[in-house]
């Protein structure tokens, strides 16, 4: 009898919540449509919905969340690198040994850039549509375009995010990046490269929500063999990307030796 | 009292620093000190957020003490909203403090005046599996 009334009093609650759900704008989560299953092979007019914000998580032995503890905590390199580029690195991880702050372009606010954008711990936005697909990293909103079955630009001057031209090869988004500058980094370590870096990324969705995202490296003048990375995405139904502006209040400068700060006071006369 | 609840909670929690857009070398990763005190300034930016908080000493100084966190972006996917740190508030906030001896630090959780805590804003310990 008891149970009885208590199941007829939380019905009650439940009616009353659900009528008062259904007046207000539902929440995000409920307003966004399931996504659209679509079978391979896939083209440039018939694509899977990857669209929508892709967690990084951990995926085996290679941590993308690597970044954690603040840049430059991964000792040794997964890079089989050319002595220089060896040497470059190896003085930077002495820094990182000695506690010394380093700074990398992206302590600076400037973009991550390719293929750090895939790596750092911010989500992903992904947008299909046909002919190009598109990836906004939450982190400082930098945006990269593949050009899926189009040309690439005749032009491709050293960029951030380089110029990226992709395929479908059945199940698997296959892209090629080019034109990258030689001044950004692989990832919050540090790991170096040069402007002659290349990429061969491939995109597959292994299981519901868990986009593989392989990627193969090429760079001869940094690397004495090519180098890939598999990382995992998952999707995020409820997830947006907010607004990330990195100038909005740095307090971090880097020094003229190239250390980073912390700045304590908000008015530095005081 | 409080101190040792704290100390017993901390292991629940994710061992992270704000994620990385700078090096936290400048914070010593070894010391986890614990300070209680008074918001007087909460600074809800990108790409970190502070808090300013005044720290009175056994002799009665006011120090105040700025606190590094996470980005925003992060925080919110942890529990935080905007409004959560309030300025007048007293909090305890568990930090790695600057190598300098200067009083700031690096972010590891604080403690509302309820009794809630809450992270760094470091990792995506809230993605779904």
């Known amino acids: ?270 | 009292m409080r101190k040792s609840i704290l100390v017993l909670a901390l292991p629940l929690l994710l061992p992270v620093a704000a994620p990385a857009h700078h090096s936290f070398a400048m914070f010593d990763a070894s010391v986890k000190e614990t300070i209680s005190g008074v918001i007087t300034e909460v600074q809800w930016t990108n790409p970190h957020i502070w808090i300013h908080v005044n720290v009175t000493g056994e002799d009665g100084k006011v120090a105040e003490w700025a606190v590094e966190g996470g980005s925003p972006n992060m925080l919110v996917r942890q529990g935080y909203t905007s409004k959560t740190l309030k300025p007048g508030e007293r909090v305890s906030v568990t930090l790695n403090p600057l190598k300098s001896g200067e009083p700031g630090g690096s972010l590891i959780s604080i403690q509302l005046p309820d009794g809630t805590t809450l992270g760094s804003g470091g990792g995506a310990i809230t993605a779904r599996p």
């Not at chain 1, 110029?163 to 034109?179: A, I, M, N, P, Q």
Request: glycine content about 8%; hydrophobic content about 35%; overall charge negative.
């Open chain 1, 1 to 270: 009898m008891q149970a009885g009334k208590l199941a007829v009093a939380l019905s009650a609650m439940l009616l009353v919540g659900v009528v008062h759900a259904a007046q207000e704008t539902p929440p995000l989560e409920d307003a966004r449509p399931p996504r659209v299953q679509v079978s391979p092979p896939y083209s440039a007019t018939h694509f899977p919905d990857w669209s929508g914000v892709w967690a990084k998580v951990r995926s085996g032995d290679v941590p993308v969340d690597e970044d954690t503890k603040g840049v430059g905590t991964r000792q040794p390199s997964p890079i089989d690198y050319q002595p220089e580029y060896a040497a470059r690195y190896e003085a930077l991880q002495e820094k990182v040994r000695q506690g010394i702050p380093i700074a990398l372009p992206a302590t600076e606010c400037l973009p991550l850039g390719m293929p750090y954008m895939l790596y750092t711990l911010y989500p992903m936005q992904v947008m299909m549509t046909p002919g190009m697909v598109t990836m906004i990293t939450e982190y400082g909103g930098f945006h990269r375009n593949i050009h899926v079955d189009r040309p690439m630009p005749e032009d491709t001057p050293p960029s951030y995010a380089g110029y990226s031209r992709g395929h479908w090869e059945g199940d698997t988004l296959v892209v090629k990046t080019v034109g990258l500058r030689g001044d950004t980094t692989i990832d919050a370590n540090g790991l170096p490269h040069s402007d002659a870096l290349t990429l061969t990324e491939r995109y597959r969705e292994i299981r519901p929500d868990t986009l593989e995202v392989s990627v193969t490296m090429e760079d001869p003048k940094a690397f004495r063999k090519p180098y890939t990375r598999v990382t995992q995405w998952k999707f995020q139904r409820d997830w947006v990307i907010n607004e990330y502006v990195c100038l909005e209040n740095n307090r971090n400068p880097v020094d003229a030796d190239g250390n980073t700060l912390a700045i304590l006071t908000t008015n530095p006369g005081d």
